[in-house]
């Protein structure tokens, strides 16, 4: 079961890749797409695949 998510709460980050806008940077982001091979969002899922 899953929470809706306000636009107020989204702050401007809706329709952005952040993977691509931050993945150059040294942190969460760049870890999280080193380790992700791909991630779908479908209604009232979100599937994450992790690389082997």
Known sequence: MGVPVPNAW????KNI???R???AEEGFWKA?????????????????KLKE
């Open 10 to 13: 989204l702050g401007g980050i």
């Open 21 to 23: 806008e931050f993945s």
């Open 32 to 48: 999280f797409a080193e380790g992700v091979e791909d991630v779908r969002v479908e209604e009232g899922r979100l599937q994450i």
């Open 17 to 19: 890749d952040l993977v």
